[in-house]
């Protein structure tokens, strides 16, 4: 059988700043191929569970495990977890003058496939430059 890309078990979390409990034995399955919606009023803890999820330094794991094609991240550090795959685009993000959203895209993609050994896409010719 094969492991599900992502399964979170009792996973509990609290804020760095002043400890205060926040997420409180989360589980959840996700299958490859599988789409899931959180869904919740505000200060439900969405967006806490992902920035747990991605290895935010706000929040602090207190319990429980994060698992990604098996291998336990609980531990592993945001850019390591990047590398991996496992990257946050905002629904609406903040512009930054110069950066454009299709450019901010293309190196989150570029950086994975640079952890892979592929050739990096740039802007006119899709792939070329082999990191």
Same mark, same amino acid.
């Given at each position: 059988? /094969?492991?599900?890309? %992502? ?8 804020? /760095? ?7 409180? #034995? ?21 967006? /806490? ?12 794991? /207190? #319990? #429980? ?21 496992? %990257?946050?685009? %905002? ?25 892979? #050994? ?14």
């Amino acid at each position: 059988m /094969t492991a599900p890309l %992502f399964e979170i078990k009792g996973l509990r979390a609290d804020t /760095t700043v002043g400890g205060v409990d926040i997420l409180n #034995g989360i589980d959840l399955t996700v299958a490859e191929g599988e789409v899931h919606a959180l869904m919740g009023p505000n200060g439900s803890g969405k967006s /806490t569970l992902a920035s747990v999820l991605l290895g935010s330094p706000e929040y602090e794991v /207190t #319990g #429980g495990s994060i698992k990604f094609r098996g291998e336990d991240i609980t531990e592993w550090d945001p850019d390591i977890r990047g590398k991996a795959g496992i %990257f946050l685009a %905002f629904q609406y993000p903040v512009e930054i003058p110069g950066v454009s959203n299709n450019d901010f895209l293309r190196m989150a993609v570029n950086k994975r496939r640079a952890a892979l #050994g592929q050739l990096a896409m740039n802007r006119s010719k899709g792939v070329g430059q082999r990191f």
